[in-house]
T-cell receptor, first 109, second 112 residues
């Protein structure tokens, strides 16, 4: 089945800094999603992006399906951006998301 | 409000006991899913259902059972056969099997 790898595993930023999180996947995808898991465990949808580019406020994402990677950009980071960011992908006929191990982001004031 | 609810928030299981985790959605979604998350790791799929009265095993179904008698509800039973049940359990739903998955707040299961 598809494999999903995320980098870096950990990231520490000062408030206001920009960052790029990467997700590599081993097969063509039908579904690719980015999530933010807050300290209480809630998974918050950021993007559904099997291909192309999307933006939502300070966050944007790009998936280059032909090269099998996706990038999540966080600009002007805030302390509330802290948490774990997951990439998840599906390549089969059913929507079985395979999750990466996550990038743990800490934003300090 | 539309959304996915899970209960209870915390659940304690004694050795040899079966416990059931509730997942309800009022989004009119056809597909529902159960995932397990262990500390410091990503989520893994336990079971999924694309339609009422139908469900399929995911990657780690051993020791778990589900039912889908109503479109809104997809309860998960952790049986005594699951030897390492301590984890964070998350339920999700999507409009169809190819669309965005939305997650509930999760249930933390601990073994006494």
């Amino acid at each position: 089945g598809i494999q999903v790898e995320q980098s870096p595993p950990d990231l520490i930023l000062q408030e206001g800094a920009n960052s790029t999180l990467r997700c590599n996947f081993s097969d063509s995808v039908n579904n690719l999603q980015w999530f933010h898991q807050n300290p209480w465990g809630q998974l918050i949808n950021l993007f559904y992006i099997p291909s192309g580019t999307k933006q939502n406020g300070r966050l944007s994402a790009t998936t280059v399906a032909t090269e099998r990677y996706s990038l999540l950009y966080i600009s002007s980071s805030q302390t509330t951006d802290s948490g774990v960011y997951f990439c998840a992908a599906n390549s089969g006929g059913y929507n079985k998301l395979i999750f990466g191990a996550g990038t743990r982001l800490a934003v300090h004031p | 409000d539309g959304g996915i609810t899970q209960s209870p928030k915390y659940l304690f299981r004694k050795e040899g006991q079966n416990v059931t985790l509730s997942c309800e959605q009022n989004l009119n979604h056809d597909a529902m899913y159960w995932y397990r998350q262990d500390p410091g790791q990503g989520l893994r799929l336990i079971y999924y259902s694309q339609i009422v009265n139908d469900f399929q095993k995911g990657d780690i179904a051993e020791g778990y059972s589900v039912s889908r008698e109503k479109k809104e509800s997809f309860p998960l039973t952790v049986t005594s056969a699951q030897k390492n049940p301590t984890a964070f359990y998350l339920c999700a739903s999507s409009i169809t099997r190819q669309e965005t998955q939305y997650f509930g707040p999760g249930t933390r299961l601990l073994v006494l």
